[in-house]
């Protein structure tokens, strides 16, 4: 080979050796601009859990605040059933003193 050719070779090496930089350079950019959107995308998914996260535990106060009106509805409740337990008790036993009081009048 004589040395016009070598260089010619060396030449075209070169161009294609910058094509491949430029082509390599191309697909750095693209993979940093796809990070860039993967990062934000996880910090926007971060946010979303920590608002989720603090919706639970509001939910959970609330729930909790729930049980425990429950908890003292059910024995109010349970109080005034007892209580009309009694008052029935007690209206029964002077309806059945009504007809003995109209017999012993009666008779």
Do not use: F, W
Request: proline letters at 1%; charged letters at 40%; zero cysteines.
């Amino acid at each position: 080979m004589q040395a016009n050719e070598l260089i010619q070779l060396a030449e075209d090496q070169a161009r294609k050796a910058d094509e491949r930089t430029r082509h390599a350079e191309e697909q750095i950019r693209q993979l940093t601009e796809r990070l860039q959107a993967a990062d934000e995308h996880v910090k926007e998914a971060s946010e979303l859990i920590q608002v989720a996260e603090d919706q639970a535990r509001k939910a959970d106060e609330r729930t909790r605040d729930a049980e425990e009106q429950i908890g003292s509805l059910t024995e109010r409740l349970q109080a005034a059933q007892a209580e009309t337990s009694q008052v029935t008790e007690r209206l029964r036993a002077e309806e059945e003193e009504v007809p003995r009081g109209h017999r012993a009048a009666a008779g």
